[in-house]
């Protein structure tokens, strides 16, 4: 791949997270099923709005503005048909303390968007948008091994900023991903085994608070919000206009692999390879395991399952032959890759673009061990059986293996708000379909999604990947941050007690909290699109 270029970022806006596919699309409105539209906001009257648009240094949009269509369109197509009662577009961090003050004055939620790129739709709102897409700068400081950004710089911003030279942020590989939301969440990706987590190497942010304060936050300052804001997630406690992040050094070559497979034994076989391999693999070894479901030929459904493994490792290409032969005695490859590249052509490589429009949905579950056989047997049995199985609407199943290991477990769970250290990997069971389905489609996918996590649940922790959202989870508060959640609820308490800045899994104030019942919820079955 040539060198990654600004147009390359800007083409990337929709991209999805980690390389996985993702969308926009305005298609078609929105079924009566779909519970995540949520009410409209009371409007603050024209009065109001003119004031807002008089103080902004940016502009402001309203429904029938030309450009508000494009504005509001988030990377989910479930939740295209949000519409926010006008969007900000902020010229500056000034313009974001407006914004707040503006919400506060008029009873209207602030929503922030960076790169728009929240599973759950997050990043929507009938109330007031604040888009903060202008604040996007990157500047390097060589010497001390930071970068200072704009807090709605996104990775391809970085990539430009950091090509080809000595340094290198750990992060996500989806160029229109936003880095701000990415490390607020943890921040996982092809470099998390070895270098660590995003949030593991902020050093500062800025923050507008509830109360239009502007902090400056690091760990010496404000530490308890700083700490909330490493695995936090975005949404709860301010609105981060600005980070500074420790670099690391970027090694001069790696290695990297690619086996395919095909058929339902071969994804079982693999998929239970993977996941021993990761017990006893170094840190230099980023990789990932994947089956999904493809259209069926004359071999029947167990046949259409396409199964692969890829990864890089930080070392020489025979280390790594050595260091993947399990995989490749698990089952035989229709396609095997072994290649030595220099690091940044690595990155270009695994770097997503622009995808074709898509909804989706998905489910992630931590686990500290290898599934049994009979469980990764289960879920190739609903590989087989899923609902829908074409090539732009299907389930696949996920191993993602750049979660544990020595370096990221390194830093105790409570140190952050990113609670899920002392893991072996990270489980994925995700859907995709087109924006213009019918709403049986991505009910039935949605459906299969919850059936796998039915089947693995016995076999993993209680923890999901924050950046992950999904909104039929009952109890997201023990599965997005454990036993760190009790302090959340008091860090939101003294900062935002007013609960100005929410969705419907944010950190609450300890007021708004409902004693937990005495028996843990079931499992929700059947999820409706958008749920």
Known sequence: MDKINRRDV??????????????IGLKRPLSAQDAATPAPAASPGSSALADLRQRLNGTLMLPGDSGYPNAIAPANGRYRAVRPLAVARCADEADVVTCVKWCTENGVAPTARGGGHSYAGFSTTTGLLIDLR?????????????????????????????????????????????VGG????????????????????MLTTRIVTAAGQVLDVDASHHGDLFWACRGGAGGSFGINTAFTFGLVAAPPTVAYYRFDYRGADAAAAVLAAFDKLLQTAPPALNAVAMAQATPVGSGGPREAIAVFTRGQFVGSLSDLRDLVRPLLAAAKPTKT??????????????????????????????????????????????????????????????????????????VPRGATAYAHRDVLTLYRPTTVWPDDAPPSVGNGLNAWTDQVIATIAPYTLLESYQNFPNRSLADWQQLYYADNFDRLVEIKTTYDNGNLFHNPQSIPPRRLITPPSATPAAPKAATPVGG
């Open 337 to 410: 890759t072994f290649q030595e590249m220099s690091f940044w052509a690595m990155q270009r490589m695994i770097a997503t673009a622009e995808p074709p429009s898509h909804s989706f949905g998905d489910i992630s579950r931590y686990t500290a061990a290898p599934l049994p056989d009979r469980a990764v047997a289960a879920v190739v049995d609903l590989l087989a059986a899923c609902p829908s199985r074409t090539d732009d609407a299907n389930g696949s199943f996920w191993s993602l293996g750049w979660v544990g290991g020595n370096v990221v477990s390194a």
């Open 134 to 178: 202008r604040l996007n700068s990157v500047q390097i400081d060589r010497r001390a091994r930071t970068a200072a950004c704009g807090g709605a710089v996104l990775n391809g911003d970085f990539f430009v900023a950091l090509e080809d030279g000595p340094l290198f942020l750990p992060g996500g590989t989806c160029l229109g991903v936003g």
């Open 182 to 201: 990415l490390a607020l969440g943890g921040g996982i990706g092809y470099n998390t085994h070895w270098a660590g987590l995003t949030c593991d190497h």
């Open 10 to 23: 800007l083409r990337a806006g929709t991209a999805a997270a980690l390389g996985f596919g993702l969308g």
